[in-house]
């Protein structure tokens, strides 16, 4: 099957910065979008940032002009760089990618979570 692996969470204070990666690995055809999800405390899981294979991106109102989003299709991995950190940033974030995998069929995956927080 198909495994995502994240990495790059930590604490950092506002205003801040840290960087995101997430590397997909297994039966792996072709991968198509990739994103980054996050699930704060007592909140939903939402949409932060995600890109085709094709590089074109979207991002969450609450990040645009703080977070970007980039892939090396290369080495099938996705990264979120994080700047200007807000408290309300502070959250579980999840790698999602969608990805036609060997034995045929597309299925999304997600990865296991890393922690972000953001606080003095």
């Known amino acids: 099957q198909v495994q995502l692996v994240e990495s790059g969470g930590g604490l950092v204070q506002p205003g801040g910065s840290l960087r995101l990666s997430c590397a997909a690995s297994g039966s792996i055809f072709r991968v198509y979008a990739m994103g980054w999800y996050r699930q704060g405390p007592g909140k939903q899981r939402e949409l932060v940032a995600a890109i085709t294979s094709g590089v074109s991106t979207n991002y969450a109102d609450s990040v645009k002009g703080r977070f970007t989003i980039s892939r090396d299709n290369a080495k099938n991995t996705v990264f979120l760089q994080m700047n200007s950190l807000k408290p309300e940033d502070t959250a579980v974030y999840y790698c999602?990618?969608?990805?036609?995998?060997?034995?045929?069929?597309?299925?999304?995956?997600w990865g296991q979570g890393t922690q972000v927080t953001v606080s003095s």
């Open positions: 999602n990618a969608n990805v036609w995998i060997i034995s045929g069929g597309r299925h999304d995956y």
